[in-house]
């Protein structure tokens, strides 16, 4: 069965580094989105990301915050200056087109520790 | 207001047990879809059901069901005959819009302990 996958599993920064955490979607979807997950809290939208360019994007995902999809399987997330806060699990998405009951897939996550 | 509400932090059951979880959404839009994952200790978030706002008839996949009232703004998860392998964070989630491209917003979960 298709799955969405995400590397790496574990990240360790520090304040200031840049990551970037890399997702590669079911080959066959067409909307890719990012969540992330603080400990112990809920799973918050990051962005969607359709046809090459940002769908929508959430109050969290500020100038630091980029996506890509620099080929025709990986859709990445790139954090330019990590800080404290940016802790969290972070989980790519990936949905067919159309109306109705299409599901959101996930990936496995990434956690990501800034220190 | 929130979105999606889940009022119980956590919930036990005795094995083969049914047990229901509550989801109440709040939204205006007439074309939505219900959504419940589940979250095991290893992090993963693995889909369960879908409802959507003009299905007639209340969703099922295997022991899930979704009780859904349209009415009362509720779709609450039904697990039947529960296992020990369904110990886990459970995540009610609603799109708002016919759009599968819409985000999801989620609740802040549910954390179910089944007993032996």
């Known amino acids: 069965e298709p799955e969405v996958t995400q590397t790496p599993s574990h990240q360790v920064t520090q304040m200031g580094q840049e990551v970037i955490l890399r997702c590669v979607p079911i080959?066959?979807?067409?909307?890719f989105y990012w969540y992330r997950q603080i400990l112990g809290q809920k799973v918050e939208f990051l962005v969607s990301?359709?046809?090459?360019?940002?769908?929508?994007k959430s109050e969290i995902f500020d100038d630091q915050f980029s996506v890509e999809r620099p080929d025709g399987s990986n859709f990445t997330l790139k954090i330019r200056s990590t800080k404290l806060e940016d802790s969290a699990m972070y989980f790519c998405?990936?949905?067919?087109?159309?109306?109705?009951?299409?599901?959101?897939?996930f990936g496995p996550g990434t956690r990501l520790l800034v220190l | 207001a929130q979105k999606i509400t889940q009022t119980q932090p956590g919930m036990f059951v005795q094995e083969k047990e049914a047990v229901t979880l509550d989801c109440t959404y709040d939204?205006?839009?007439?074309?939505?879809?219900l959504f419940w994952y589940k979250q095991p200790s290893s992090g993963e978030m693995i889909f369960l059901i879908y409802?959507?706002?003009?299905?007639?008839q209340n969703a099922t996949e295997g022991r899930y069901s979704l009780n859904f009232q349209k009415a009362r703004k509720s779709a609450n998860l039904v697990i039947s005959a529960s296992q020990l392998g369904d110990s886990a964070m459970y995540f009610c989630?609603?799109?708002?819009?016919?759009?599968?491209?819409?985000?999801?917003?989620f609740g802040s979960g549910t954390r179910l302990l089944v007993r032996p």
């Open positions: 989630a609603m799109r708002e819009g016919a759009d599968s491209s819409y985000k999801l917003i």
């Open positions: 080959s066959n979807h067409l909307y």
């Open positions: 998405a990936s949905s067919e087109a159309g109306l109705g009951g299409k599901t959101q897939y």
């Open positions: 939204t205006s839009d007439p074309s939505y879809g």
């Open positions: 409802q959507g706002s003009y299905d007639q």
């Open positions: 990301f359709y046809n090459n360019e940002i769908s929508e």
